[in-house]
Each structure stands twice: as structure tokens, then as C-alpha cells.
T-cell receptor, first 115, second 114 residues
């Protein structure tokens, strides 16, 4: 079984300040990790993904995340946020079971950027 | 965009009526998924498909059925809608090659059952 925990349901941050959105996971098998962003009335858009290789992953819109196997974490960071980053962010853990891709989503973190 | 269209985008209906949501893709991907999104629950898988006429249940499949008669279309049906099925429904697709690629999502259908 696998699970994902996003401890912060809401994160307010001032414009141009740095932000970290936390994601912790548990799994008995190797996993692949993703961060998605959801803007109002839209679907989920992929921000970045970790499949293998370098543990520091860079994504779109200046976001990056670091895979930490020992701490089972995949925190999302941005050094300077913009108003346009206001959205909800979802961490997702994937474990392959044959061809079926079992995805477990976190409950989301709403990032509110304050002008 | 990944070439996914969901229809309708919004629907209001009454308890006990049948409802069908459509997901259409232009990517020719093998895997298609239906999720529901509710506050505090993230996204939960309802059903998925791994090919034409090949479908299986997800974690919240009770009260839902699906069909896939063509590669490009994946239908979600609520046979007799209940108020607990008020939600936002998302379709997702995924290529099978290369493996372990992320799913791509449609823009969702907001369904209200009164």
C-alpha cells in the first residue's frame, strides 16, 4: 500500500518570497513522484516528475523538488513566488502494478500569494 | 494540451436520474482514467481502462459504471444519481510507452445532483 501526506492544507506567502510545499509518502515498493498544479476551474497540470536519476528535479514555472529517499519526502520549492502561482498543488505517488499505474494523490495544498 | 475533452463541463440533475459523462482523447493512448475530486480527499480513482472493452474498478467505484467501445472515448455512467455523487469529475490519459509517465488531465465536469 502507498500513501501521500501533504501536511499543509493552505500556505500563505508574500509575493517574491520563497515557498516550500511539503509532501511525504510511504510505500513498500519503489515509487515515482509527481507534482501537479490546479488553477481554478481547470484540470491538473504536471509541474515536475521524478522517475530516476538526479534527486533534484526542475519543473515548469521555476519550481523544483528534491527526492529524499531516507526521509520519504518530495518537497516542492520556489525561490520567489508570483501572484500567478496562486493555485492548489497536489503531490502524487505512483507505483506500477503490471501495466496499471496506481496513483495516490495527496489532499492538496492551496498556495495563496499575497501582494 | 494533451488532447482531452470532457463533456459536458457542467451539469445539474436530480436524484435518481441517469447521467453519462464523456471523455474524448485524440492521443491514441491506451490508458484512460476517471477520478472524482472532493474537498479534503484529493483525487480518488473511480474506474480505469487499459484498452477497448477492458476496464476495471478503482477505489470508489460503487454507483458508477464505465464503457470503452473505441480507443478515443471513455464513458462514465451514474445509473441512478445520488446527492453523494455531487463532485467534480476528471478524466486522465496516459501513454504506455515509455513506462511510468504521468497522467494528463482534462478540464473536468462539475456535476451537481439535487
Amino acid at each position: 500500500a502507498q500513501s501521500v501526506t501533504q501536511l499543509d492544507s493552505q500556505v500563505p506567502v508574500f509575493e517574491e518570497a520563497p515557498v516550500e510545499l511539503r509532501c511525504n509518502y510511504s510505500s513498500s515498493v519503489s515509487v515515482y513522484l509527481f507534482w501537479y498544479v490546479q488553477y481554478p476551474n481547470q484540470g491538473l497540470q504536471l509541474l515536475l516528475k521524478y522517475l530516476s536519476g538526479s534527486t533534484l528535479v526542475k519543473g515548469i514555472n521555476g519550481f523544483e523538488a528534491e527526492f529524499n529517499k531516507s526521509q520519504t519526502s518530495f518537497h516542492l520549492r520556489k525561490p520567489s513566488v508570483h501572484i500567478s502561482d496562486t493555485a492548489e498543488y497536489f503531490c502524487a505517488v505512483v507505483a506500477n502494478s503490471g501495466g496499471y499505474q496506481k496513483v495516490t494523490f495527496g489532499t492538496g495544498t492551496k498556495l495563496q500569494v499575497i501582494p | 494540451d494533451a488532447g482531452i475533452t470532457q463533456s459536458p463541463r457542467h451539469k445539474v440533475t436530480e436524484t435518481g436520474t441517469p447521467v453519462t459523462l464523456r471523455c474524448h482523447q485524440t492521443e491514441n493512448h491506451r490508458y484512460m482514467y476517471w477520478y472524482r475530486q472532493d474537498p479534503g480527499h484529493g483525487l480518488r480513482l473511480i474506474h480505469y481502462s487499459y484498452g477497448v472493452k477492458d476496464t476495471d474498478k478503482g477505489e470508489v467505484s460503487d454507483g458508477y459504471s464505465v464503457s470503452r467501445s473505441k480507443t478515443e472515448d471513455f464513458l462514465l455512467t451514474l445509473e441512478s444519481a445520488t446527492s453523494s455523487q455531487t463532485s467534480v469529475y476528471f478524466c486522465a490519459i496516459r501513454p504506455d510507452i515509455p513506462p511510468n509517465q504521468p497522467q494528463h488531465f482534462g478540464d473536468g465536469t462539475r456535476l451537481s445532483i439535487l
